[in-house]
Structures are given as structure tokens and as C-alpha cells.
């Protein structure tokens, strides 16, 4: 694996994970033009690494405004703590139906499907990264500073949305799940807060996932023996990449948020779905 590959990708990824703009499509394409296999367990590993680089930058760089949002009381924990885990379990209850459905319907029910077929489906993403900015876009024009918090509602309807994300790599999770705060009435910085805290949740499991993949698809005995030191170190590497490209991001993605600049992720969505089917 070419480490000056891996950069160019945690660059990538640091910024386009966090900005609404869909990290997965972009990496995805990015590996594809340097002739990767998305779809293999390590560039999948590499790209669960490159996530995790990013969680930890949205740890580091919303810490101080959720401890005052959620931190700040007992009761205000627990209420708060419970919208996350609600969010939480209504996206992994729907998004494992959804998956389910994807792989019976379109792929007749293949004991072998993994959701990370889709990847090689260059019209579906584009068709996914239109409709988030699309989504972007209309919650932009409705939203006039309203400054509501999450509350039960809400927090049902963005995992709900939440769970469309997962299948579709271009449906930005950061651009639906803020936009749908949005449209609710949730304030700009709470929508902002409640979705990459609902991102930070879900990341270890993901992590964990593909870390079973990859060892189930080189053998537990290549892990024994170290055989998987050329996949972990620059991985590694490209997290910290990634961590530090992520503060940026959040930085820029904070700025445009709050000064009614939002609309413009949008717009570069939908020409970004013009280039991916270009490329294709």
C-alpha cells in the first residue's frame, strides 16, 4: 500500500467525511483512479481507519459544547444521552431491514451479498450524493435561525433518516442528518452537535465490524503470524492524517453553518454526482 496513496486518501477523507459531502464516495472514487478495490478487506480496513481518525477529531473538537449541552446537569444527561441511543437503535433496526431488503430483492437473497457490493455502482452513488444535496439544498432555504433543541420527535426522525445512510455510499449521514434537524426546527449548532454525536456512536461498531471482515476474509492465522503489518501501519498513519485534516474540516463546516452558507454543500453535491457519472 503507497503511503503517499494513503495521504492523499486520509486528506480526502478527513475533510469529505466531515463536511456533508459524503467521505464515501469520495475515497471510493479516489480508489478506484489510483486502482484500488473498494471492496476489499484492506482498503475497507484503511478506510475504517481513516473513520476513526475523524471520530477522534470530532471528539476533540466538540467536547467543550457537549459538555456544556449535555453535561451540564444530571437531568440533562440522561434526557440527552437517551435521544442519542434512541437515534442510535431506530438507525441500526432500520438500516439492518433495509440491508436485508437491498440483498433480497436486488440481489436474490446471495449468502455471500455484503452491503459493500454497492460500492461498484457508480449510478447509484451519484444518484445518492444528488439527493443529499438536494436535501441540503431545500433545508437550507427553509431554515430561518430557528433555535429549537432535539427533542423525542426529532431525534426519531434523524435515525430514521439516519438509517438511509448506511447502504448508500454519496448519502451524506452529516448532510441528512443536520438538514433533517433543520427542517424540524432544531437549531443550527444543536442539529450540529446531536449528529456527529450520533456519528461517534456508531463508529465503533462499524469499526468492529470491518475488523472481523478483514480477519475472516485473510484468516485468523495471517493475524497471528503478523502478516497484516502492511495494511495496519499505514492505515495507522493515514488515521492520523485524517484526525488532523478533520479538525479543519469541522472548523469550515461550523463557519458556513452558522453564517447561512449551508446551501453550498449542496450544490457541490449535485456536481459531484455530475462527475462521478462523468468518470464512470
Same mark, same amino acid.
Given at each position: 500500500?503507497?503511503?503517499?496513496?494513503?495521504?492523499?486518501?486520509?486528506?480526502?477523507?478527513?475533510?469529505?467525511?466531515?463536511?456533508?459531502?459524503?467521505?464515501?464516495?469520495?475515497?471510493?472514487?479516489?480508489?478506484?483512479?489510483?486502482?484500488?478495490?473498494?471492496?476489499?478487506?484492506?482498503?475497507?480496513?484503511?478506510?475504517?481507519?481513516?473513520?476513526?481518525?475523524?471520530?477522534?477529531?470530532?471528539?476533540?473538537?466538540?467536547?467543550?459544547?457537549?459538555?456544556?449541552?449535555?453535561?451540564?446537569?444530571?437531568?440533562?444527561?440522561? #434526557?440527552?444521552?437517551?435521544?442519542?441511543?434512541?437515534? *442510535?437503535?431506530?438507525?441500526?433496526?432500520?438500516?439492518?431491514?433495509?440491508?436485508?431488503?437491498?440483498?433480497?430483492?436486488?440481489? &436474490?437473497?446471495?449468502?455471500?451479498?455484503?452491503?459493500?457490493?454497492?460500492?461498484?455502482?457508480?449510478?447509484?452513488?451519484?444518484?445518492?450524493?444528488?439527493?443529499?444535496?438536494?436535501?441540503?439544498?431545500?433545508?437550507? #432555504?427553509?431554515?430561518?435561525?430557528?433555535?429549537?433543541?432535539?427533542?423525542?420527535?426529532?431525534?426519531?426522525?434523524?435515525?430514521?433518516?439516519?438509517?438511509?445512510?448506511?447502504?448508500?455510499?454519496?448519502?451524506?449521514?452529516?448532510?441528512? *442528518?443536520?438538514?433533517?434537524?433543520?427542517?424540524?426546527?432544531?437549531? #443550527?449548532?444543536?442539529?450540529?452537535?446531536?449528529?456527529?454525536?450520533? $456519528?461517534?456512536?456508531?463508529?465503533?461498531?462499524?469499526?468492529?465490524?470491518?475488523?472481523?471482515?478483514?480477519?475472516?476474509?485473510?484468516?485468523?492465522?495471517?493475524?497471528?503470524?503478523?502478516?497484516?503489518?502492511?495494511?495496519?501501519?499505514?492505515?495507522?498513519?493515514?488515521?492520523?492524517?485524517?484526525?488532523?485534516?478533520?479538525?479543519? $474540516?469541522?472548523?469550515?463546516?461550523?463557519?458556513?453553518?452558522?453564517?447561512? #452558507?449551508?446551501?453550498?454543500? &449542496?450544490?457541490?453535491?449535485?456536481?459531484?454526482?455530475?462527475?462521478?457519472?462523468?468518470?464512470?
Amino acid at each position: 500500500m503507497d503511503l503517499l496513496h494513503v495521504f492523499i486518501l486520509a486528506i480526502i477523507q478527513g475533510f469529505a467525511e466531515l463536511l456533508p459531502v459524503s467521505s464515501s464516495a469520495h475515497v471510493i472514487l479516489a480508489e478506484k483512479l489510483m486502482g484500488y478495490d473498494p471492496s476489499a478487506p484492506d482498503m475497507t480496513f484503511l478506510l475504517v481507519m481513516l473513520h476513526t481518525g475523524t471520530m477522534f477529531a470530532v471528539i476533540v473538537y466538540f467536547w467543550k459544547s457537549w459538555k456544556d449541552t449535555y453535561f451540564s446537569s444530571w437531568e440533562s444527561f440522561k #434526557r440527552q444521552a437517551w435521544y442519542v441511543v434512541l437515534a *442510535t437503535l431506530i438507525t441500526g433496526v432500520l438500516g439492518l431491514a433495509l440491508q436485508a431488503l437491498i440483498k433480497h430483492v436486488f440481489f &436474490g437473497g446471495a449468502s455471500s451479498f455484503e452491503i459493500e457490493h454497492l460500492f461498484s455502482n457508480s449510478k447509484l452513488m451519484a444518484a445518492a450524493l444528488a439527493a443529499a444535496g438536494i436535501l441540503i439544498i431545500l433545508s437550507s #432555504r427553509l431554515d430561518r435561525g430557528q433555535q429549537g433543541n432535539i427533542n423525542l420527535r426529532s431525534a426519531s426522525i434523524i435515525g430514521a433518516v439516519q438509517a438511509l445512510c448506511l447502504p448508500f455510499r454519496g448519502f451524506s449521514r452529516s448532510g441528512a *442528518t443536520i438538514s433533517t434537524g433543520l427542517f424540524l426546527g432544531v437549531s #443550527r449548532q444543536r442539529a450540529e452537535e446531536f449528529s456527529f454525536a450520533l $456519528a461517534v456512536v456508531l463508529t465503533p461498531a462499524v469499526i468492529l465490524k470491518e475488523l472481523y471482515r478483514l480477519v475472516h476474509a485473510q484468516g485468523g492465522q495471517a493475524v497471528a503470524n503478523g502478516q497484516l503489518s502492511h495494511v495496519i501501519t499505514p492505515s495507522l498513519l493515514g488515521m492520523c492524517f485524517s484526525f488532523g485534516a478533520g479538525l479543519l $474540516a469541522l472548523k469550515w463546516l461550523s463557519s458556513w453553518l452558522e453564517h447561512g #452558507r449551508w446551501h453550498l454543500f &449542496g450544490l457541490y453535491c449535485l456536481g459531484f454526482a455530475v462527475v462521478v457519472l462523468c468518470i464512470h
